[in-house]
């Protein structure tokens, strides 16, 4: 007979009256029961699992079966629940990998977060991603029977623990992940996990028993092997505290998802088994390290820099101090774009990042965050922080290239310029005509007004540097369409699409989602298309719309994408709002030769698309931000017949697998169509512009007018929320 081990979570809370219990199962079964949970892969149960089709073993739940591969899993209860004080207790079989108690209120996983959180495989342990874009807004405990103690160690010695949070990597060693730093587990010794303790990625077979107690600033944990006679307190019990940890401010909120996740790296040769959970919430009796104490000890000053943040030519020696006497110091470095935060465990020590002991050396471009913690009667400070730039600078040296915003590109009205550079010092001049500057060209001291197609050359210089290369922005001002008596807003749904509008034609998979239409589901193979059922004008328009997009989590791809289209009244394969093309990279606009990559035997249609697509075909890989303008049905890739060319918009800050609500704003004057996606989150706005004769390419005054999406190989959730359509005056 298999041994079995168990694990609980719990809070000693005195104010025990005022405790509630969430869900206390006692074991699980496909429907709920008693005491007996149901779980399932849908939601018409109170748990969800997620990576592996639902299986038990009598009342345990195999949550990661014998013989999974790399992924990550999950086993969440669908309601938030309060996470101020709790205390949750489950049982499991551990598979010699990894088993991890999370809160969530994620927001960068779409259709992976909240109770459907996971994340990344193996030693990411289901919620972290070092290959794209890591979960937010969590806090993870990880019990590990595979990695290194310390990335340094040699060999694994025995299982451990460790809390993390946002951005803060499990592994050890570092899985290659961009941003790592390395971060110390705790042995769980006199527990082991494995059998024979030292023997990384095996297991005992026996049920384990762990607490954590949270009381609104302290974290125990707890554990012992139930299967070999162990209990709490005693010689047969593990247990490790943090101190100040800020479990509402880790995951943005005072309720967030609770579950637990497991990753998979090497094919799980062990089934790993949950055999109960339950979960309650207790009145906190200690403040969050946010929150300034009542009464008691003072929280610690800030830490300060010396030398401050800034641009240097070499490495820096940084001195960190604070003004609290007796104040421990904790610090990250971390690469520009990624935030690490410390944490002292306010017993002299640090629960997250190293302990300050003496100048940090900075050697290259990184921020540098700090916080200093006092004694158990006082609170930390807040986060400080300090970044700094790292170059080599010699007497042959140039200065950076300055740079022009907004960048170079064609507008409907005058632009003001400004023009930065990256050096330290440097003095900037300029010219207009596109003759080349030196200094004796302008002096630049402030945005430069663009109100004419013109060409801004520029150059800066340094003391100590050489006079840098010269930097050129075209700026092309174009009338947009005019207000005219006769413009006409004639398609208007700004706040979606709630009344399901008889106007609008849904082809093939399209279909209204409360006020939005799903142009895509994330399913394979998908042509779908949504057209206004009526003929518009498209001798000079503008039109706006927005849309969101739901990529699955890795390691499956996302793609491909959607378009805006506009299409004759007649075609050779269909007519109009009847129109479908091809699924995959065609986008469903497309209706070329159908083998595998082929890119010719494109029927000629009446049309034009501007596509928005997540999928690379020259790299074969997913999370693009492609566009372009096309015509007349040919392959809508970068191997079509130029001019049509494809754009890359994430240097402007663009990225659609973000999930973020992306705007599109698509102008049309008569000859040329300017094109501008926004960001609505963190506004970044990408611009672009293309000369064309639209009503040439659809073969008509008139034309219907929509979009398509289309999945292949890859998949996505693509979202349509509004769309608005005003046909204006051509320019003469």
């Not at 309720?255 to 089934?271: C, F, K, N």
């Not at 940090?360 to 913690?373: F, K, Q, R």
Request: with cysteine; proline share 7%; net charge negative.
């Amino acid at each position: 007979m298999r041994k079995r081990i168990a694990l609980i979570v719990l809070l000693l809370s005195p104010l025990a009256s005022r405790a509630q219990n969430i869900f206390n199962c006692q074991g699980f079964a496909a429907t709920s029961s008693g005491s007996i949970c149901g779980v399932s892969n849908g939601s018409s149960t109170p748990f969800q699992q997620f990576g592996a089709n639902t299986a038990f073993n009598g009342t345990e739940a195999n949550f990661v079966p014998a013989g999974s591969g790399h992924n990550g899993y999950g086993f969440n209860y669908k309601t938030a629940v309060t996470d101020t004080a709790f205390t949750s207790t489950f049982t499991f079989v551990p598979n010699g990998q990894n088993v991890v108690f999370t809160l969530n209120n994620t927001s960068t996983q779409p259709g992976y977060d909240g109770a459907a959180f996971r994340s990344g495989a193996g030693c990411e342990a289901g919620f972290y991603q070092a290959y794209g874009i890591a979960p937010n807004n969590v806090f993870a405990l990880e019990i590990d029977s595979y990695s290194l103690l310390n990335s340094t160690d040699s060999s694994f010695t025995y299982s451990s623990v460790q809390i993390y949070q946002q951005n803060q990597s499990p592994c050890s060693p570092n899985d290659a992940g961009s941003g790592y730093w390395p971060t110390t587990k705790f042995s769980t010794l006199p527990v082991p996990l494995d059998s024979p303790s030292n023997s990384q990625g095996t297991t005992t077979g026996d049920t384990y028993s762990a607490t954590v107690s949270y009381n609104g600033s302290i974290l125990t944990f707890s554990m012992y092997d139930v299967t070999a006679g162990g209990s709490c307190p005693g010689a047969s019990c593990f247990t490790r505290t943090w101190s100040n940890v800020a479990i509402p401010s880790l995951v943005d909120g005072t309720t967030a998802y609770v579950g637990l996740v497991a990753g998979i790296g090497i094919t799980s040769t062990h089934p790993l088994y949950v055999g109960s959970f339950s979960y309650t919430v207790d009145a906190p009796s200690a403040s969050p390290s946010s929150t300034p104490p009542s009464a008691g000890g003072a929280t610690a000053a800030n830490p300060t820099f010396s030398p401050g943040a800034g641009s240097y030519s070499g490495t820096q020696s940084v001195t960190l101090s604070s003004t609290t006497s007796g104040a421990n110091i904790c610090y990250t470095l971390a690469p520009a774009g990624l935030v690490v935060t410390p944490l002292p465990n306010n017993t002299g020590g640090c629960a997250v990042g190293t302990l300050y002991s003496g100048p940090v050396s900075v050697s290259s471009s990184e921020t540098l965050y700090a916080i200093a913690g006092t004694n158990a009667a006082g609170l930390p400070s807040g986060i400080a922080q300090a970044a700094y730039t790292i170059g080599t600078t010699t007497a042959s040296t140039p200065t950076s290239t300055p740079t022009f915003s907004p960048d170079a590109g064609t507008y409907t009205s005058a632009q003001s310029v400004s023009i930065s550079d990256a050096t330290p010092g440097a003095t900037t001049y300029y010219t207009t005509d596109g003759t080349t500057p030196t200094t004796s060209s302008t002096h630049y001291t402030g945005p430069i007004t663009v109100s004419s197609t013109e060409t801004l050359e520029g150059i800066a210089v340094a003391t100590g540097y050489t006079n840098s290369a010269v930097a050129s922005a075209a700026y092309s001002i174009i009338g947009s369409p005019s207000p005219d008596a006769g413009d006409a807003q004639v398609i208007n749904y700004p706040s979606g699409f709630a009344t399901q509008p008889s106007q609008m034609s849904l082809q093939n998979g399209s279909v209204y989602s409360g006020s939005s239409i799903k142009l895509t589901t994330s399913s394979v193979s998908l042509a779908n298309n949504a057209w206004y059922k009526t003929p518009v004008n498209v001798q000079a328009f503008t039109t706006t719309f927005t849309w969101t997009v739901s990529c699955p989590a890795k390691p499956a791809s996302c793609g491909d994408g959607m378009g805006f289209m506009i299409i004759s009244t007649s075609n050779p394969s269909s007519a109009g709002f009847n129109y479908s093309g091809f699924s995959g990279a065609q986008l469903s606009w497309a209706k070329c030769d159908g083998s595998p990559g082929a890119t010719t035997d494109c029927p000629a249609i009446n049309s034009i698309l501007v596509k928005f697509d997540l999928y690379n075909n020259s790299t074969n890989t997913d999370g693009a931000n492609l566009t372009g303008f096309y015509s007349g049905g040919v392959y809508p890739h970068e191997n079509a017949q130029p001019p049509q060319e494809e754009y890359d918009m994430a240097p402007s800050g663009i990225s659609m697998p973000s999930g973020d609500l992306m705007k599109a704003t698509l102008i049309y004057n008569g000859t040329t169509l300017m094109e501008t996606v926004t960001d609505t989150v963190t506004g970044a706005t990408y611009r672009n512009s293309y000369s064309a004769n639209i009503p040439l390419l659809v073969g008509g005054n008139t034309a219907y007018v929509g979009f398509g999406g289309s999945t292949g190989a890859a998949t996505v959730s693509q979202n349509l929320t509004s769309w608005t359509y005003t046909v204006e005056t051509p320019e003469s």
